[in-house]
């Protein structure tokens, strides 16, 4: 089906499933400190963590298609980088100073905050940040800075040839960087996620018809949940990419296909991608919240089977909340001061969606 005709409602939805899976990992794996020990298979906890590898690929594909819409002029480089900042830093930078604010209190006593992650935290830049989570978000910033640096080109195809090139190139020669953490970040296989989605939207606009089996997208989630009983949890970057970052790109294609939701449930979902953002960001106090309760509370003495299910939904509530009352409010006060119009559906396309 053409773009010009299409709302991808679908990458709506699939937003919706990454942040959820990454809500799961991190409670499961928190709920782990509790006395009873661990409720749930290992390998569960860590298949939710395949939910970054979605954004990325969603990431890629979603930057070529608001970039370069049928029939009207690409973006340019500049106003490229400010919808992305703009879109970015304010929900971020409202969590970051929330949690200095908690350290100033004297809570999260165990966290290091020193001038280094204080910047860090306030550009995403590589290393360690006030938001443990917020690392995905250098790579996001990292392929946005690229991306709008071949904007110049001004044409869809050259455009995202010279992006993967540049990101190619970086994963090659990134670990001659002096600073070994910009070194083993920009040499990370991690990047070629991105890709994977610039090519799925390469595809995507090249053809009139779109039609991708819905066993595919069924098949990428059965290798993303099963891949963690057979390698080891904590994987190599380039091993990530293989058992997770290809899968994604099947379960993109597949949700490709989705239409318009009409039942609660699937309005539900979209409002939950839109949400994608703050459910990310916010899940993380919830989070500290939750170890605190076990550590300090008769709950950390139980099994966790019936506490874990409802900080997830907690989770989803308290990001909703935000979204509603915070992000929204927010962005459209930052796109007026910056004389912007809202975007079409889609306009943020990942982790910072």
Avoid at 81 to 105: D, E, G, M, N
Avoid at 254 to 282: C, H, M, W
Wanted: charged content about 15%; some cysteine.
């Amino acid at each position: 089906m053409d773009l010009q005709n299409r709302d991808l409602y679908g990458l709506q939805i699939l937003r919706a499933i990454a942040a959820f899976g990454v809500i799961v990992r991190h409670t499961l794996e928190m709920s782990d400190g509790s006395e009873a020990g661990r409720f749930s298979l290992s390998w569960m906890a860590a298949s939710g963590g395949a939910g970054v590898d979605l954004f990325f690929v969603i990431s890629g594909f979603i930057m070529v298609y608001v970039s370069f819409p049928p029939g009207q002029p690409p973006d340019s480089p500049k106003r490229f980088i400010i919808k992305r900042a703009t879109r970015i830093f304010p929900l971020y930078w409202i969590c970051s100073a929330a949690i200095a604010a908690i350290c100033a209190v004297g809570f999260l006593k165990n966290m290091h905050v020193d001038l280094y992650t204080i910047l860090n935290s306030v550009f995403i830049l590589p290393g360690d940040k006030l938001v443990f989570v917020a690392w995905t978000l250098s790579y996001e910033l990292y392929f946005y800075i690229v991306f709008s640096i071949c904007l110049s080109f001004g044409k869809m195809l050259s455009s995202s040839l010279s992006v993967m090139l540049l990101m190619i190139s970086g994963i090659v020669f990134g670990g001659e960087i002096q600073n070994s953490t910009f070194a083993d970040f920009v040499s990370s296989p991690l990047v070629l996620e991105f890709c994977f989605g610039i090519v799925l939207a390469l595809l995507f606009s090249a053809g009139r018809r779109w039609k991708v089996p819905s066993a595919l997208g069924v098949l990428g989630f059965l290798i993303i949940i099963l891949s963690p009983i057979f390698v080891p949890h904590s994987v190599p970057d380039a091993t990530r990419v293989i058992v997770w970052g290809l899968p994604a790109i099947l379960i993109v294609a597949a949700f490709l296909e989705i239409k318009r939701p009409q039942s609660k449930a699937g309005r539900s979902a979209v409002l939950l991608g839109d949400a994608s953002y703050a459910l990310y960001l916010t899940h993380v106090f919830v989070m500290m919240a939750y170890g605190l309760v076990i550590k300090s509370t008769f709950v950390g003495g139980m099994s966790q089977a019936i506490f874990a299910p409802a900080v997830i939904f907690l989770c989803l509530i308290v990001g909703v909340l935000t979204h509603v009352f915070v992000e929204r409010p927010v962005l459209d006060f930052v796109r007026k001061i910056t004389r912007r119009q809202p975007g079409r559906l889609l306009e943020g396309g990942s982790v910072s969606s």
